[in-house]
């Protein structure tokens, strides 16, 4: 009487006892009716009095008792505490108790295996059931693999029946159809809630139809057989469950017109014992309607069953909810409002989730999109997350940047979590806005606004990708660096890509950064190749290694993540190969670029494009070049790729591959081909080139005829290499001929010349030279400065070949003769001869005019002392000249 309550009194009885049996402990338990409070007493009473178990009945009453699953735990480890002996059967009863919370189910689970107690048939299923309502169905299946690997313990329908239910939950259709393989080889019966579960698992991968080939084999009450797993399900009797799983599938395959048939079906009893679709069903068929008319029927259908006074399905908020979201397709806001207010005559006051599905419907009406969270407001509904979203998207649509950010900044006033898909229009809206300026302005002002868990990828990472990118466009590298190390946690693949595109895009681009952020990156998103590396990331960081001439990184990077395995697309896309190849090019390295070029398709699965081409015949050209510099200096060997090589050929041969390939030549290409040609003599080659490109490029567009002056150039050069001048003349009359953007220009009369002077035609390159001068083509005289200070006017050759030289200084020294002279003879003749061009180590124009001044009109002349590049024939010298030869009547 003096004690508080009954518990107390059961605990001061038992203590006042000397020797307790084991039944009055678990009579005493009992009476306690499951009270945790005072269990660890009463165990610590059964270890005073030598008591080392407990009856299963006794603790399968204690775990039934308590209200969790932690509980549950705390209780098992009291009992290991105090000593007593768990059976399997106890470890079973704590197991149960732990079916809301599966991963305390689990760790009890290998917690008993680790005690030494072996897991029996009830065990399994215990565990599986508490994995099977919230549980990965991974951990499921895992379970049932290691109960069928033991011998001693048969699996049960039950076992199989609750692997079932897991897939139903999480798994995926193999899943399902592997334990009704099983259940059918064990000759288990299959009924219809197994078959639901393989529904469910249909519904979720949108597979309705087999869903639908499911549910027409059973209406007919035919067995439905997977031909491709060798599996029959015999036809069950089948309940609205099952039937609006088969609807849910069609909804999430967007099957509209099955749903309908479905639906049609019910209601005219072609389903024995179903009756009426019921509410779960009208509201699967609106979620698979995407018209607003069919929508309105439907409701319009709901709302007239009120008249029956059995099988009445009246619309509910869910409802109108799907009837709204039906008019999201096509942004039809008024049969929104209109579904908005039908739901108030009908008494169903509009809640957040239909405003929501009706801000969605704006599409790119950003006002009525802001008028109806208005009227939300006023209507006293708080408007969420998914509001305030469906209006940022409206905005996001027409660019209305400014506003969207003053939503998101009352979004964040209101205490709301703002989610990914919050920052994915925010962004979009803020790209909408014009300047560069205001658009980092903005991005920066939205990061200031995010806390810490928001500056994650997984909720922030457009805002931090869009803001990154944006710093990295206008090449400001350290902006969009401190961005990115601003991350909180692990980087996704679009963050990256952004960061590694400011590398690249930086001035001078960040090549080692690169290397550093991508060989340091877990990405694995994208990824193409056996390496774990993202394949768009790739791209930059290789661009990055290329752009800074730093072709054998971007050579490495290409060799270690570039290649795609067999059942994937390409890693790398072709203008990376362009900007690799365009590197080695640029670093005197065509043999490197060819081999890329070449392995592109058949190592990397790349078809190289017309840019690829054009890059490597380029490079090819300049390395000809460069062979022929080098054999003039004796410098050549054969040790080297480079040496060895016929580049001009290799030219060739990738013009005549460009052509078989059916791809786009251009006159840049066709120049270096001949130009290449040129540079190793092979004038036939050249020609035959340039008369190949012709036939083909009759009618060209205006920005490519300018470079078909280029390969003009190149094959009159190659002509005047191997002697051919009467070829290198018609060239030359041809360019005349034809005109406009292909005119002679300085370079051709300088190669024509050069053929012209090699094969001794002084006559006719002396009027070839005349005819460019009048024609404006060559222009030998400029002003210079005397030895006083003063203006003069001299013939500046330095950039004259040493036959344009020698034709220029024919025409002075004859025209002296004439009435008309082009240089007066008072005046000493300064001639600016530099090092001559194509001179590399010894002067060549200087001993040409000498020599011809000297031998052909007995003139003689003396370099200047204060500019060993200028050659002077004084005046008198000319006179003297003049006074020779001058013919008198």
């Known amino acids: 009487l003096e004690r508080k309550n009954r518990y107390e009194c059961i605990l001061y009885l038992i203590e006042k006892q000397t020797s307790v049996k084991q039944q009055v402990i678990e009579a005493a338990l009992v009476g306690l009716n499951g009270n945790s409070l005072y269990h660890e007493q009463m165990l610590k009473l059964c270890q005073q009095h030598g008591i080392t178990s407990l009856s299963s009945g006794t603790c399968t009453f204690l775990f039934d008792q308590v209200s969790n699953a932690t509980e549950a735990v705390s209780l098992m480890h009291e009992l290991q505490q105090y000593g007593m002996h768990t059976s399997i059967q106890v470890w079973n009863a704590a197991i149960h108790a732990c079916t809301t919370d599966w991963q305390m189910a689990v ?188 929508a309105k029927a439907i409701v319009k259908e709901m709302r007239m069953s009120r008249r029956h006074r059995y099988g009445a399905v009246p619309p509910t908020s869910i409802t109108y909810t799907h009837a709204i979201s039906a008019c999201r397709r096509n942004s039809d806001i008024e049969s929104a409002l209109f579904f908005l207010e039908l739901a108030r005559n009908d008494g169903i006051a509009p809640n957040v989730y239909m405003y929501s599905a009706a801000i969605w419907c704006c599409g790119c009406d950003g006002d009525k999109a802001l008028e109806l969270l208005e009227k939300m407001r006023t209507s006293g509904c708080t408007p969420n997350v998914v509001s305030y979203n469906g209006v940022l998207s409206a905005l996001a649509l027409q660019g209305r940047s400014e506003e969207a950010l003053s939503l998101f900044e009352e979004l964040k006033d209101d205490n709301l979590k703002p989610i990914r898909l919050t920052f994915q229009k925010l962004a979009s809206a803020i790209r909408g806005s014009t300047e560069d300026i205001a658009r980092s302005e903005m991005l920066e002002h939205v990061l200031a606004l995010m806390n810490r868990d928001e500056v994650r990828v997984r909720t922030g990472g457009p805002i931090l990708q869009a803001l ?14 401190r961005v990115f190390d601003q991350i909180q946690g692990p980087v996704d693949a679009h963050c990256l890509r952004a960061m590694l595109y400011a590398c690249s895009a930086g001035e001078p681009p960040r090549w080692q950064d690169a290397l550093s952020l991508l060989h340091t990156s877990d990405i694995v998103e994208g990824t193409r190749g056996p390496a774990k590396v993202d394949s768009k990331a790739l791209t930059y960081a290789i661009l990055a290694c290329a752009k800074a001439d730093q072709w054998e990184e971007a050579l490495n990077l290409l060799k270690l993540y570039g290649r795609p395995d067999a059942n994937s697309i390409n890693a790398i896309q072709i203008p990376t190969f362009g900007a690799l190849l365009k590197a080695c090019g640029r670093c ?58 016929q580049w001009w050929e290799c030219a060739l041969s990738l013009l005549r591959r460009m052509n078989e390939s059916g791809l786009k030549t251009d006159p840049q290409i066709y120049s270096s081909v001949i130009s290449a040609c040129e540079a190793a003599g092979q004038w036939q080659r050249a020609l035959g080139v340039l008369r190949s490109m012709l036939k083909t490029k009759d009618k060209v567009e205006d920005e490519y005829s300018r470079l078909n002056l280029y390969c003009f150039n190149a094959a009159i050069s190659a002509c005047a290499k191997g002697g051919a001048w009467v070829e290198a003349l018609e ?159």
């Open 588 to 645: 005197g390295q065509p043999a490197v670029a060819l081999r890329l070029f070449n392995d592109m398709e058949s190592v990397f699965g790349v078809s190289p494009n017309e840019d690829c081409y054009r890059t490597v015949v380029i490079a090819c050209n300049q390395a000809e070049h460069d062979k022929q510099r080098r054999l003039r200096l004796g410098r050549v060997t054969d040790d080297t790729e480079d040496d060895f090589l």
């Open 468 to 481: 990154i990118r944006q710093y990295g466009a206008g090449g400001r590298y350290i902006e969009a660096r």
């Open 107 to 294: 760790n009890l689970f290998r917690e008993c295996k680790r005690n030494g107690v072996t897991p029996n048939e009830r065990t399994y299923r215990q565990v599986m059931k508490a994995c099977a309502k919230s549980g990965p169905v991974r951990i499921t299946l895992s379970l049932l693999e290691e109960l069928q690997s033991r011998e001693n313990i048969e699996v049960s329908a039950a076992i199989l029946g609750t692997a079932l239910g897991s897939c139903a939950k999480t798994g995926t259709r193999e899943d399902a159809i592997s334990i009704l393989i099983q259940m059918q080889t064990q000759k288990i019966p299959i009924n219809i809630i197994h078959v639901s579960a393989l529904l469910s698992t249909c519904a979720r991968d949108g597979r309705d139809d087999i869903a639908l080939e499911l549910l027409e084999c059973f209406r007919q009450e035919n067995p439905f057989y997977l031909s491709e797993y060798n599996l029959t399900i015999p036809p069950a009797p089948l309940d609205l469950l099952a039937i609006n799983i088969v609807l849910a599938a069609c909804a999430k395959a967007r099957n509209y017109g099955d749903a309908r048939e479905i639906v049609e079906q019910i209601k005219a009893g072609d389903y024995a014992g179903i009756e009426t679709p019921d509410v779960f069903s009208y509201n699967t068929l609106l979620s698979a309607c995407a018209d607003p008319v069919q």
């Open 731 to 889: 060239l030359y009359y041809r360019m005349i001929e034809k005109g406009g953007a292909v005119t002679p220009n300085f370079i051709t009369l300088s190669s024509l010349l050069v053929a012209l002077d090699e094969a001794g035609q002084k006559e006719l390159a002396q009027g070839t030279y005349e005819e460019g001068v009048r024609d404006g083509i060559v222009m030998p005289w400029k002003m210079a400065r005397s030895k006083d200070g003063g203006q003069i006017r001299a013939m500046d050759l330095h950039c004259f070949s040493a036959a344009m030289a020698k034709a220029s200084i024919r025409s002075v020294i004859e025209s002296l003769l004439s009435s008309k002279p082009d240089h007066g003879m008072n005046e000493d003749l300064v001639i600016i001869v530099g090092r001559g061009k194509g001179s590399e180590e010894k002067q060549v124009l200087l001993p040409a005019v000498q020599s011809l001044l000297e031998r052909e009109y007995g003139i003689g002349g003396e370099i200047d002392a204060r500019n060993a590049g200028r050659f002077i024939v004084s005046s008198k010298a000319l006179k003297a000249y003049v006074d020779k030869h001058q013919w008198h009547e």
